[in-house]
């Protein structure tokens, strides 16, 4: 699991202020816990002392717990809310409510530099989750679209391609037209770059290869893929390809011979979230994957969502990453002049900043690397 060891060493490397605003959570609690224990992160969780201590087993050494409902901070931010809502029709008794709510505490605590990053969605949706991230953390500069992907670590025996691998929107992007579903492959293709340091080779999924269907949905995905040429003419995609076409070789050459991707894809798009959803669940329950994510890419600074069928160690890994996003994007710079510097032309977002915050890795050298099969 090289991409996660990764990923973990450049959280420990400076260890960035994570508010968790589902604090009372025992799983989130352990996470924090484990998550000093190893020296990553520096936890914030959010909810009434009493149940956030409780969840902690009364152990809450290195974090600090706060509570938004009397936090000495509500009324600011109230006020920081309504300044930037206030066009929409919200007034500022109902801001002062809403700051009351621990996702868009969370999330203010972030806009307004409190916290570095956060981390939510182990019990609420990711509908909430993300509303609270677009609404108050809002885009990074030139980003259009907030999308997400998952990072997926194949790397049981029984896995015959180990490595990691990126798959998305599986959890935000519902319907993506042509154009949303090439930001989505630029987005991703750039995060897939800042996690590994690897090149990545995109393919858009489809029910079809190279033609071999005939629907208004195939025409989507070819369509999305010449967006995205146009957009990044460096950027390896290639689509419409069934799955097996994009990671088995031999029936990538008998479908796709003239792809420019032949099995080895590592960042897979898919062509909308009942695909995407549908097909991590999978991969994750049946096929054995880790699955990291929803890892939101298109955001001013760092907000990643979970499932709420996470674990404690998928909160525990979910923090470092948020933390090594963190760190990549004050690597950066401002807000304001984060690039994709790995991928001249990439869409712009905070997760598509260079990837400074992590240690390059020689991909000849990473037993992880994808191997053929046997
Ligand atoms: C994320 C999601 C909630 C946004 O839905 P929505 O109905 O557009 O939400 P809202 O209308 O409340 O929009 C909230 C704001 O975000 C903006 N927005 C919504 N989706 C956006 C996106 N992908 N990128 C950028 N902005 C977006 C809206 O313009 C709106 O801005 P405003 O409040 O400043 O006007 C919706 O796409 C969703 O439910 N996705 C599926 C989540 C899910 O269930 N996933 C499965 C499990 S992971
Ligand atoms: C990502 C995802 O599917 O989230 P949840 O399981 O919480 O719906």
Not at 19 to 39: F, K, N, Q, T, W
Not at 74 to 88: G, I, M, N, S, V
């Amino acid at each position: 699991m090289l991409a996660l060891d990764r990923i973990i060493d450049a959280a420990r490397a400076a260890p960035r202020a994570i508010v968790l605003p589902e604090g009372a959570d025992p799983r989130i609690a352990a996470a924090a816990r484990r998550a000093v224990r190893e020296g990553i992160a520096r936890p914030i969780l959010l909810g009434p002392a009493a149940e956030v201590v409780a969840a902690l087993g009364g152990d809450a050494r290195g974090i600090a717990v706060e509570d938004p409902a009397t936090s000495p901070r509500l009324q600011a931010y109230a006020e920081a809310l309504h300044l930037l809502r206030h066009d929409k029709g919200m007034d500022l008794a109902a801001a002062h409510r809403r700051m009351r709510e621990p996702l868009a505490f969370a999330a203010m605590m972030v806009r307004q530099g409190d916290a570095d990053g956060t981390v939510g969605g182990a019990v609420a949706t990711t509908a909430e989750t993300v509303r609270a991230a677009i609404q108050i953390i809002g885009l990074a500069p030139e980003a259009k679209l907030v999308s997400s992907f998952f990072l997926m670590l194949l790397c049981e025996d029984h896995h015959v391609q180990k490595g990691a691998y990126v798959f998305a929107d599986c959890g935000l992007v519902i319907d993506p037209d042509a154009a949303e579903l090439a930001d989505i492959a630029r987005a991703s293709a750039a995060s897939f770059t800042a996690m590994t340091g690897e090149r990545p080779k995109v393919a858009m999924l489809s029910f079809s290869t190279a033609g071999s269907a005939r629907h208004a949905r195939v025409d989507k995905v070819v369509e999305a893929v010449r967006i995205a040429r146009a957009a990044s003419p460096d950027l390896i995609i290639e689509g419409e390809l069934q799955f097996d076409a994009a990671f088995v070789a031999a029936v990538g050459a008998a479908k796709a011979p003239g792809s420019a991707i032949r099995g080895d894809a590592n960042v897979f798009v898919f062509p909308n979230l009942d695909a995407a959803n549908i097909g991590y669940k999978i991969a994750q329950r049946i096929g054995g994957a880790r699955a990291i994510g929803p890892v939101l890419q298109g955001l001013a600074k760092p907000a990643n969502d979970l499932s709420r069928g996470c674990s404690e160690e998928d909160a525990f890994h979910m923090i470092a990453l948020t933390c090594a996003q963190a760190s990549a994007r004050l690597a950066a710079g401002a807000a304001g002049e984060i690039r994709a510097a790995a991928l001249p032309g990439a869409a712009g977002s905070a997760w598509s900043a260079a990837p400074a915050g992590l240690p390059p890795r020689a991909p000849l050298a990473d037993p992880e690397a994808r191997q053929p099969p046997a």
